[in-house]
C-alpha cells in the first residue's frame, strides 16, 4: 500500500542552522497492517507521520502510495488526505459544532454526500465509538477521551484506506487511556491499516502486525513484537522497550517529608497509568519506612515501573547492614505486607540489603 524510499527532511531554523530529523527512512506498509513507532522523543515520529499526509513535506526521498509518487509535483493533496486520515494528540474538533456535526462536516463538504446520508453514517458511526447519545452536545462538554472517540469517528466518515494516530492517549487522564486504546483495537481486528506512534508499550505489543522503532533519524528496529520486545537486535532498542520508569526517595531520618513522598507516589501511579496500586504502595510506605528507620538510618525507597511487563515494585535499601530489619522476619508483619502486596524478595546487595515488594 505504502512504500517510503530514502526519505529525508531537514527543518532549516531562522537562526541560519539546520536540523536533519529524518535520515533516510526506508519502508513498506501492507494493506491491512498496524504498525506502531516507537522511540525516544524528538526523534522525528510525529515528522514521520506528517510527512506521510503532506503537512509537513519532506525534503528528499519518494512515499508512493497505491504505486504513485505523493510528493511529485502536482499530485492532488485533497485526495490523499481522503484516503489517509489523522487523529492528533489534541483533537482539534470544531468547538462551535455539536458533535455530530463535527461528523458529518467533511463527508457534505468535501464528499459531497446529501445531508441525509451523512447524517445516518454519523450516527452509525458515534454508535460504533459508543458516544451516539452525545450526538447533539458540543465537544466542550465531553471528556478528553470522548473527545478523542468522536474524532477517530470523524475520521473514519471519510473512509480512509489508513488512519495515522500521533500519540492519540497522551493528552488524556490516566482513567480515559483505555476507552480510546479499545476503539483502536476494534479497528484492528477489523483490519484497518493504521500507523500508530505511541508510548503504550503494551497496546503496542498486543495490537501491532509490526513495529518501527525510531531512532536518530532511521527506523532503527523494525520487526514484530516479539522481536522487537522480546528480543531486540540493537541495543538501542533493547535499552528503550526494557526501560524501567522509577521515582527514588532518600529517607533521612524521622523529619522525613513524608507528605511529599506519598504526592510523589501519587503522581507516579498516575503518569504511569497504574493507579489502582497507589494506595497499597502508600500503605507499604508507611509500614515498612518506620521499621527501617527505628536505628534513625539513611534509608533509600524506590518505586520502580516496568511499563512492559507492567511489573511494579517498591524497593527499600539500606547501606552498611546485610540484613533485613528483624520486624520484617516478623511472621504478623510479613503477614500484613503480603496482604498489600503480591511478594517479598530480600537480598543482599553489592553495599547492602535491599527488601523488594512486588505490588
Ligand atoms: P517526536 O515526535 O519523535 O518526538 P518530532 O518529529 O516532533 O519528534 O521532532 C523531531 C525533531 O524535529 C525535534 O528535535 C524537533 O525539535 C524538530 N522539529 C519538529 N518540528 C520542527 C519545525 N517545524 N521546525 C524546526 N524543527 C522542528
Ligand atoms: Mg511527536
Do not use: W
Not at 535520515?23 to 514521520?48: A, H, M, R, W, Y
Not at 518506620?290 to 539513611?298: F, K, L
Amino acid at each position: 500500500m505504502i512504500t517510503v524510499n530514502h526519505l529525508s527532511k531537514t527543518y532549516h531554523n531562522p537562526d541560519g542552522r539546520s536540523l536533519t530529523v529524518l535520515k533516510d527512512i526506508n519502508c513498506t506498509i501492507e494493506k491491512g497492517e498496524v504498525i506502531s513507532i516507537i522511540g525516544p522523543s524528538g526523534t522525528g515520529k510525529s515528522t514521520l507521520l506528517r510527512a506521510f499526509n503532506l503537512l509537513d513535506p519532506p525534503t528528499g526521498g519518494e512515499i508512493l502510495f497505491d504505486g504513485e509518487n505523493i510528493l511529485a509535483k502536482g499530485y492532488p493533496v485533497h485526495k490523499l488526505r481522503q484516503k489517509m486520515g489523522m487523529v492528533f494528540q489534541s483533537f482539534n474538533l470544531f468547538e462551535h459544532m455539536t458533535v455530530l456535526e463535527n461528523v458529518m462536516y467533511a463527508p457534505v463538504k468535501i464528499l459531497q454526500k446529501s445531508k441525509e446520508e451523512a447524517q445516518e453514517e454519523a450516527i452509525t458511526l458515534l454508535r460504533k465509538v459508543g458516544l451516539a447519545e452525545k450526538a447533539d452536545v458540543y465537544p466542550s462538554s465531553l471528556s478528553g477521551g470522548q473527545k478523542q472517540r468522536v474524532a477517530i469517528a470523524r475520521c473514519l466518515a471519510m473512509r480512509p484506506q489508513v488512519i495515522l494516530f500521533d500519540e492519540p492517549t497522551s493528552a488524556l487522564d490516566p482513567t480515559m487511556v483505555g476507552e480510546v486504546l479499545s476503539v483502536m483495537r476494534q479497528l484492528a481486528a477489523e483490519g484497518m491499516t493504521m500507523l500508530i506512534v505511541t508510548h503504550e508499550m503494551k497496546f503496542a505489543r498486543d495490537v501491532s502486525t509490526r513495529i518501527f522503532f525510531m531512532y536518530d533519524g532511521y527506523i532503527h528496529e523494525d520487526g514484530t513484537p516479539d522481536q522487537i520486545f522480546n528480543h531486540p537486535k540493537h541495543s538501542a532498542t533493547k535499552s528503550f522497550v526494557q526501560r524501567i520508569r522509577k521515582e527514588v526517595f532518600e529517607v533521612d531520618g524521622k523529619d522525613f517529608d513524608f507528605l511529599d513522598m506519598e504526592t510523589r507516589i501519587n503522581r507516579f501511579c498516575l503518569k504511569y497509568n497504574i493507579a489502582g496500586r497507589m494506595e497499597k504502595a502508600i500503605e507499604l510506605c508507611r509500614l515498612v519506612v518506620p521499621v527501617y528507620t527505628e536505628t534513625g538510618d539513611q534509608l533509600t525507597v524506590r518505586i520502580t515501573y516496568s511499563e512492559l511487563s507492567g511489573e511494579t515494585a517498591l524497593d527499600f535499601m539500606r547501606e552498611g547492614d546485610n540484613q533485613a530489619p528483624s520486624s520484617i522476619k516478623d511472621h504478623e508483619f510479613r503477614g500484613k505486607l503480603l496482604s498489600l502486596c503480591k511478594n517479598i524478595i530480600e537480598e543482599p546487595t553489592t553495599r547492602g540489603f535491599r527488601v523488594k515488594l512486588l505490588l
